[in-house]
């Protein structure tokens, strides 16, 4: 079945310390997006990329890196940077272009919610 | 950034009623999209539309791309158990390299 993955489903980590998100998909999509969810709010993007190994910072990307070494994965990782890393932390992918705007169509994955003690 | 207002924040209603929301924004959008989040999961696509006017089905649930395209509702009919969630909707600003822009969800909750 295609579809996106992401690793861990919760994970947690001190103060201070850097973590990585996983995040693989088997859409053949060229674009992944990771977007960052606080209660009560909508999705906020932090970054994305259309091809390997480019990216864009999205809306919320300081304390936040990315890397795109394949198509099929989008590693996010959380710095010490980041002063408020505690959320819920979608992955999604899309086609890139079609004949239609189909393109514009998300699919995400299941989340990962990292709490920072 | 760009925001869009989506109402209402949050719903109680009896099983088998209807449910009405909607989205607005002062931006042009090409397209619309209806997603359906439970908790500590991924949001699911529900409804996907891009033309003015568009009217579009998925079972109990339909979708429609307003004519000025500046907004979108979506109805859920004889609501169900099941059909708890927050529901957001997400807009591409037409002509802009923007990406989706996310409402703020409708937490719908159906009594029995």
């Known amino acids: 079945d295609g579809g996106i993955t992401q690793s861990p489903k919760y994970l947690f980590r001190k103060e201070g310390q850097n973590v990585t998100l996983s995040c693989e998909q088997n859409l053949n999509h060229d674009a992944m997006y990771w977007y960052r969810q606080d209660p009560g709010q909508g999705l906020r993007l932090i970054y994305y990329s259309q091809i390997v190994n480019d990216f864009q910072k999205g809306d919320i990307a300081e304390g936040y890196s990315v890397s795109r070494e394949k198509k099929e994965s989008f590693p996010l990782t959380v710095t010490s940077a980041q002063k408020n890393p505690t959320a819920f932390y979608l992955c999604?992918?899309?086609?890139?272009?079609?004949?239609?705007?189909?393109?514009?169509?998300?699919?995400f994955g299941p989340g990962t919610r990292l709490t920072v003690l | 950034g760009q925001q869009l207002n989506q109402s209402p924040q949050s719903m109680f209603i009896q099983e088998g009623e209807d449910v009405s929301m909607n989205c607005t924004s002062s931006?042009?959008?090409?397209?619309w999209l209806w997603y359906k989040q439970e908790p500590g999961e991924g949001p699911v696509l529900l409804i996907a539309?891009?033309?003015?006017?568009e009217l579009t089905s998925n079972g109990r649930l339909t979708a429609q791309f307003g004519i000025t395209r500046k907004d979108s509702f979506l109805n859920i009919s004889a609501s169900i158990p099941s059909d708890v969630g927050i529901y957001f909707c997400?807009?591409?600003?037409?002509?802009?390299?923007?990406?989706?822009?996310f409402g703020s969800g409708t937490q719908l909750t159906v009594l029995p």
């Open positions: 997400a807009g591409k600003i037409s002509g802009s390299a923007r990406q989706l822009t």
């Open positions: 931006s042009i959008f090409n397209t």
């Open positions: 999604a992918s899309s086609r890139l272009a079609g004949g239609t705007y189909s393109y514009n169509e998300q699919f």
């Open positions: 539309l891009y033309k003015a006017g």
